[in-house]
């Protein structure tokens, strides 16, 4: 059908894939103490909500870094693509699977989101996160992808600030400026280490020291 420039034959180009949202259950119940610090703790900024939470992400393509697969296409999607979902749909500790998970996207998000992750591949020549190169670029890539976001938040503040608006509430962990009082409990957190065994990654975190997040946000505070 395709004629070029000239018309009527030409042909409508697909350009959109679309994400399903299903829940198994009922709603979740965050009720009991501990449930609910672990969701006030994963909250996620409101310039962030009004993004991820819109009905047409803009993602650019981008080459996969970490692993490489013996075989010419691996159908592999951006990063963020499930680093915005996990942060949407699900707190820290949560698990998430992952029944197709080639080169791993799903799990590195997981991974520098805090959850732990279990995936299946039928696939051999897909060998995960097995040398030490590997493990280094997690690391490297997990704590830059949390920097940047406190980089966002503070250039959003700033924004805001120069531009005569208020931003009303403090992050109580933190003391830099939020939108909401729902982001007031919000916590992150780096990777410390990557205990690497048979078939699994043991990651530890340490939360983000006050110092740290606080530089992030001084020049939007000041």
């Known amino acids: ?5 000239l018309p009527a034959g030409a042909y409508v180009t697909y350009e ?5 949202i299903f829940r198994k259950g009922g709603k979740r119940d965050f009720s009991t103490g501990a449930l609910k610090r672990v969701r006030n703790a994963s909250a996620y900024f409101w310039e962030e909500r009004n993004v991820w939470f819109s009905d047409l992400w803009q993602l650019n ?6 692993t490489k697969a013996d075989r010419e296409r691996s159908a592999a999607y951006p990063l963020e693509l499930p680093y915005r979902l ?7 500790g949560d698990t998430v699977l992952d029944p197709f998970m080639g080169t791993g996207t799903t799990a590195l998000a997981a991974i520098i989101t805090g959850r732990n992750s279990i ?7 897909f060998k995960l996160y097995q040398d030490t190169k590997e493990l280094d670029a997690i690391f490297s890539l ?7 976001r406190l980089k966002r938040h503070s250039h959003f503040v700033q924004d805001r ?24 409990q919000g916590q992150f957190f780096k990777i410390a280490e990557i205990k690497p065994s048979e078939c699994e990654l043991q990651v530890e975190y340490v939360e983000i020291e006050k110092e740290s997040a606080i530089n992030q946000t001084m ?3 000041a």
């Open 1 to 5: 059908m395709g004629s070029g420039m």
């Open 16 to 20: 959109h894939e679309y994400i399903l």
């Open 61 to 66: 393509g981008t080459k996969q870094t970490i």
């Open 86 to 92: 996990i942060n949407m749909y699900s707190v820290y």
């Open 119 to 125: 995936g299946y591949e039928m696939d051999s020549s």
């Open 142 to 148: 997990g704590n830059k992808v949390v920097e940047q």
């Open 161 to 184: 600030i120069a531009n005569g608006k208020d931003v009303k509430h403090k992050n109580e962990h933190y003391g830099f400026p939020v939108m909401t009082a729902q982001e007031r």
């Open 219 to 221: 020049q939007a505070t």
